[in-house]
Nanobody
Framework: QMQLVESGGGLVQAGGSLRLSCGGS????????MGWFRQAPGKEREFVAT????????AYADSVKGRFTIARDNAKNTLYLQMNSLKPEDTAVYYC????????????????????WGQGTQVTVSS
């Protein structure tokens, strides 16, 4: 079992920055591939970024590439999402997710590939 808790969301002006954190329970955090997803009102949940268990592989949605950075600290059981140059269209609830038994060096972009989810944290970007 893995429990995930997001934090760091809030209200920010366009062009600003936020850093989201996701804390994982248990001693096996480092064995999970991780991902960030988001869901805006009236829209489906969408992929934002993913990172392999070791942190060596990352991938991003085109809409956030060059602005967002995913990272992890396995010693602290924590996943991060640094969000810069925020836009109003980034407004959403952001979720972290964990995939157990990932392939070596892989990240995952589809929500149904993940086994565990956090409760989400709201990010609101004002224009």
């Amino acid at each position: 079992q893995m429990q995930l808790v997001e934090s760091g969301g809030g209200l920010v002006q366009a062009g600003g920055s936020l850093r989201l954190s996701c804390g994982g329970s248990g001693r096996t955090f480092s064995s999970y591939a991780m991902g960030w997803f988001r869901q805006a009102p009236g829209k489906e949940r969408e992929f934002v970024a993913t990172i392999s268990w070791s942190g060596d592989y990352t991938a991003y949605a085109d809409s956030v590439k060059g602005r967002f950075t995913i990272a992890r600290d396995n010693a602290k059981n924590t996943l991060y999402l640094q969000m810069n140059s925020l836009k109003p269209e980034d407004t959403a609830v952001y979720y972290c997710a964990a995939k157990e038994k990932p392939g070596y060096g892989l990240g995952y972009t589809f929500s149904d590939e993940y086994n565990y989810w956090g409760q989400g944290t709201q990010v609101t970007v004002s224009s």
